[in-house]
């Protein structure tokens, strides 16, 4: 025992090292598990929120507002695709919905910073790195939204696309991360239904307990990377993953496609910018290849599916993204000091980080579809 002991105390690397992968798995089991609760909450409320699209702008707040609640842009895409292609909802009223679920996927790395707020430097990072991607998708709103609404750029361009590919055939991917947690998750909601019965009760237990697990993942990883900061992860991170922006942009991309989900890619990085890892700088490229990455898995299944409508929507989704990094790239200074400065300021008093997420991603969409119908 005493020599299992100083083994592992002479190796402070390796003690960091399995604490890392232990809290890594128990925070992609809380976005998960969160997951789960939010869609049995608000799935059913995305798809009747989707049905009342009356105009196109409304439909923006409508592909916030869903996307939020159900915390997936990939499940808000598939809602609306499947309308689209039952004629239930017309393209051009579908391709603002999903310019909304960019921006509302966006909040899960936004809460993911949340638990570091007693730690002002840390937070003042990691919430920086949360917000640059958020910001970036509202500036592509608000430039490209305009340009769809006049001459429906996205539509005519994306429609081209599906005819050239539309017979092309889909794939569908395992993600394995998926794999070693979608089955835990679900066992654990089933095992609360059982015990709670069919009420809202085990719904909020199951959010809960997925917010805790996220809160006590988040610290212990954070701790972890600081140990495995010290002995030059960083340096691998620098030269290797991160080395220049298109490296980072590729390694956003990947992993996307593998994981299969832009928001566990987006907040795997908070934590890592709140223990110093990663620069803001760094990141940005990365949240931009997660963005383009989490259209992959939407095109393939379209293109599985053969319907033009389909096959339309998701790739209007892909060159929304694109158009965004075309437009932005080149500025990046804008969406980068903008998250600086507002996690900066929010430093300053710790409710606005809360309000932040609160007022935008749901009292703002909340009102203009309210005050719409």
Known sequence: MEKIKLFFKSHPNLIAGIKLVFFLYLFFLSLELMGGAMKIFGKEFAHTLIKTTSNPFVGLFIGILATSVIQS??????????????????IANAIPIIMGANI????????????????????????????????????????????QIFTNFLGGASAAL????????????????????????????????????????????ALIISLLFLFVALKYMTDSLKVLILSKAKAWFDKVLFKTAPRAMVVG???????????????????????????LIQIFPYT???????????????????????????????????????????LKKVPLTIAEKFSEYSIKNKLIPVAYVVILFFIIPLLVIFMAN
Not at 73 to 90: C, D, E, H, P, R
Not at 115 to 122: A, G, L, V
Not at 178 to 191: G, R
């Open 253 to 279: 991309l990947i992993l996307t496609v593998l994981v299969q989900s832009s928001s566990i890619t987006t907040s795997l990085v908070v934590p890592m910018a709140g223990a110093g890892l990663l620069t």
């Open 162 to 205: 599906a005819g050239a590919f539309q017979n092309v055939g889909g794939l569908k991917f395992l993600s394995p991360v998926k794999a070693i947690t979608k089955p835990v998750a679900k066992y654990t909601i089933a095992e609360l239904k059982n015990g709670l019965g069919d009420g809202d009760l085990y719904k909020w237990i």
């Open 288 to 330: 931009l290849g997660a963005n383009i990455g989490t259209t992959v898995t939407a095109i393939l299944a379209a293109l599985l599916t053969g319907n033009l409508a389909a096959v339309t929507v998701a790739f209007a989704h892909l060159l929304f993204n694109i158009s965004g990094i075309i437009v932005w790239w080149p």
């Open 73 to 90: 842009s990939s499940s808000t895409t598939s809602i609306v695709v499947g309308m689209v292609a039952g004629g239930a909802l017309n």
């Open 104 to 147: 509302g996927t966006s909040i899960t790395n936004t809460i993911a910073s949340l638990p570091q707020i007693n730690r002002s430097n840390e937070f003042r990072r990691a919430f920086a790195a949360a917000t640059v991607h958020d910001f970036f998708n509202f500036l592509s709103v608000i430039v490209l939204f305009p340009l």
